[in-house]
């Protein structure tokens, strides 16, 4: 790749490799939609999905992630919905951004997450076009 390209991160947190159980449940039907989770971040998580969702479609998440035994509970809504039909994915997946999470009990996650190592990412970064240009006209 050229090395004057400007590569664009989207994310306000960094995601967590972390498998860990959860229950995933739409608020509209209860439905139970995913039972465990490949990837987490204060923002939102990665879960396996056990029934299919609708982008939009609104959640309630409870989850252990830390040695503490403490139980986070979110709102949630449903961000992506993975296919399974890349290479590297990892089946059915719906990805899940929180819209509702106790301030404090993100702090706590946030500093229980940093332990633990990013995902392998499964794309290549996206490039940021604007940024580019701006590079390179600043060494003109």
Not at 17 to 32: I, P, S, W, Y
Not at 81 to 103: E, N, Q, Y
């Amino acid at each position: 790749m050229l090395s004057f390209l400007v590569h664009k991160n989207e994310r306000r947190e960094v995601r967590r490799r972390m498998t860990l159980a959860c229950r995933v449940v739409r608020e509209r039907d209860f439905q139970l939609l995913g039972t465990n989770a490949i990837d987490l971040s204060t923002d939102g998580m990665l879960v396996m999905a056990i029934r299919d969702a609708d982008p939009g479609d609104s959640l309630i998440v409870t989850f252990r992630a830390t040695e503490l035994g403490l139980w986070f509970d979110a709102e949630a809504k449903v961000a992506r919905v993975v296919r399974g039909r890349r290479p590297k994915d990892r089946g059915r997946c719906l990805g899940i951004s929180f819209t509702r999470f106790d301030p404090v009990m993100r702090l706590v996650l946030r500093g229980h997450l940093r332990r633990n190592a990013p995902p392998v990412p499964q794309r290549d970064a996206r490039i940021d076009y604007a940024a580019t240009v701006r590079r390179i006209a600043s060494t003109m």
